[in-house]
């Protein structure tokens, strides 16, 4: 299969990250994160991220951050979100045809995030009609969240068993290396679009379809599927 052909011939499942990809959710997550870090004494968002781990949810990574005080300050740090998220969140041009042109063409649509329910189900209608998705699945509700294969087992688990999971049948598209890992693992192809939300590249490799955004994206959809 060449890098640029999206023919989605055989294909049975779009899987999609949420922050960064569906979304543009990190100005309000950096906002709010940004109002808990000084009540722990700790410096700002840029100053400690990089005490994360890279195969960790943003959620799970509170207990590097926080210590003993990270479920206290997750709660605190979702109020904050919650409240802000409404005004702030947004989409990025495309998304929405790119989603209606695989419902009209018979492909399940699903999303596939670590992030945790409560937040997603808050913002999710904020920018889509939540029954455009055939699934979703956040973090902690498969056995394993990504960048593990389990996790997109666990998604597409009503259409599909994992021996058929392969990269003409299920294809991921994400943003960061966490996505291309899960998709490799499970067996399915890696589409990425964009920068990391968390700026963590690795060199361009073949077997990663990159994109700069879902307007290319959508174009080459529409171009490799020429009727």
């Known amino acids: 299969m060449l890098k640029t052909d999206l023919n989605i011939k055989g294909l049975k ?3 999609f ?8 959710s990190r100005s309000t997550l950096v906002y ?7 009540q722990y004494g700790l410096e700002n968002w840029d100053k400690v991220k990089d005490k ?5 949810s943003f959620k799970d ?10 479920e206290e300050a997750y709660a605190k740090y979702s109020e ?14 495309k998304t929405h045809e790119t989603l209606n042109f695989f419902k009209k063409n018979h492909v399940a649509v699903m999303i596939m995030t670590n992030k945790d329910r409560v937040l ?19 973090g902690h509700e498969a056995k394993e969240d990504k960048p593990f294969a389990g996790h997109l087992i666990w998604t597409v688990k009503d259409i599909l068993k994992p021996q058929e999971i392969n990269q003409t049948t299920v294809w991921v598209i994400g943003d960061s290396p966490m996505d291309s890992c899960c998709a490799h693992a499970a067996g399915a192809r890696s589409i990425r679009i964009g920068k990391s939300i968390w700026g963590d590249e690795e060199n361009k490799t073949d077997d990663i379809c990159f994109f700069d955004s879902f307007v ?5 959809l529409l171009l490799s599927n020429l009727k």
């Open 13 to 15: 499942a779009a899987v």
């Open 17 to 24: 990250d949420w922050d960064n990809t569906l979304a543009e």
């Open 32 to 38: 709010a994160i940004n109002q808990i870090l000084p």
């Open 52 to 56: 994360r781990d890279n195969n960790l």
């Open 61 to 70: 990574n509170f207990s590097r951050i926080f210590g003993d005080k990270a």
């Open 80 to 93: 904050v979100y919650l409240k802000n998220v409404d005004k702030m969140i947004d989409t990025f041009p």
């Open 120 to 138: 997603l189900n808050h913002e999710l209608p904020l920018l889509f009609n939540p029954k455009i998705f055939d699934n979703i699945v956040c």
């Open 216 to 220: 290319d994206f959508y174009q080459s």
